[in-house]
């Protein structure tokens, strides 16, 4: 089957950089555990293991706990802050009880934290757009008590008209195009900024989307991703956007893909792209069993 291939499958930078630091600190101890899932890849997670590095999959507000019962273990080691982010409360925390860790924190997400402070913005006046359950999200609202909270499907259905001035916040793998539009046609006194967060590495895949749909001409899209990845979801629902519900396929490993052989006519072309933290060894396996197809 005609196969065309994103040109940025694959890690992101920030994805790469987190797990490389990662592996080269564990080197210093017995165990390290991560303070969340550094990355929404399960393949990625046990591979992890071969070095010693576990992941803390609580919730976030039990870490501290996690961390308790890591110390009266007695045992040597270490920690790491996923790429999403943390909280300074709980880095003042673990330096207080003296445990080696590092900061594994994507830079593009400390550069969007850097504009939040400068900004100094007044936390009632900010509509955070992303998903509240997803850990970059939980820690920004902790980080910054922005105080509305609301889904990119959703800030339509918002009456904004109570406030004076309002600022938009979105999560890093939120798009939000057409806000600005939607915002000067609906409530055009309404006084508002846009600071968008969108990450540049998320937005080449969306390009990618639509330039297959449109100038290449693909029949349908594969969207490689972890079922937890927020950009591996929203590109999914991009791609839908894009191509139609019945031409897009969402696959996490090989073993998915006989399942969608019967709905692929081998004539057509097929356009394959990724989330961000989807890793060479996973993709590979599922291209070479589409280029036998
Ligand atoms: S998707 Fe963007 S923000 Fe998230 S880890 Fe990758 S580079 Fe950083």
Do not use: W
Request: with cysteine.
């Amino acid at each position: 089957m005609k196969t065309l291939l994103s040109k940025n499958l694959g890690f992101c930078f920030g994805v790469k950089e987190a797990i490389k630091k990662t592996i080269e600190f564990s080197k210093k101890h017995e165990s390290t555990y991560i303070l969340g899932e550094l990355i929404h890849n399960s393949h990625i997670v046990e591979e992890l293991k071969k070095y010693n590095i576990f992941t803390l999959e609580t919730p976030y507000e039990k870490l501290k706990s996690n961390i308790d019962d890591l110390i009266h273990s007695n045992k040597d080691f270490g920690l790491v802050f996923t790429a999403h982010g943390h909280e300074q409360k709980l880095e003042q925390y673990i330096k207080e009880k003296n445990i080696d860790y590092i900061d594994a924190t994507c830079p593009y997400i400390n550069k969007i934290h850097e504009r939040f402070f400068k900004y100094n913005l007044n936390p009632t006046d900010v509509f955070y757009i992303g998903d509240k359950n997803h850990i970059e999200s939980i820690i920004n609202l902790k980080l910054f008590k922005f105080k509305n909270l609301t889904s990119s499907k959703k800030y339509r259905e918002i009456n904004f008209f109570n406030n004076e001035k309002i600022t938009f916040i979105n999560q890093s793998t939120y798009k939000i195009d057409g806000l600005k539009e939607y915002l000067l046609r609906v409530c055009p006194t309404l006084n508002f900024e846009i600071m968008d967060n969108f990450c540049p590495s998320v937005n080449n895949k969306y390009r990618e989307v639509k330039l297959a749909s449109l100038e290449q001409a693909c029949d349908y899209i594969i969207v490689i991703t972890d079922s937890k990845s927020s950009n591996g979801n929203q590109l999914f629902n991009y791609s839908i956007f894009c191509f139609g519900k019945d031409n897009v396929f969402k696959i996490s490993d090989k073993n998915e893909l006989p399942s969608i052989f019967p709905k692929l006519d081998k004539n057509k072309t097929v356009f394959v792209t990724s989330a961000t933290s989807m890793d060479d060894k996973t993709i590979n396996d599922i291209l070479e069993l589409l280029r036998n197809y």
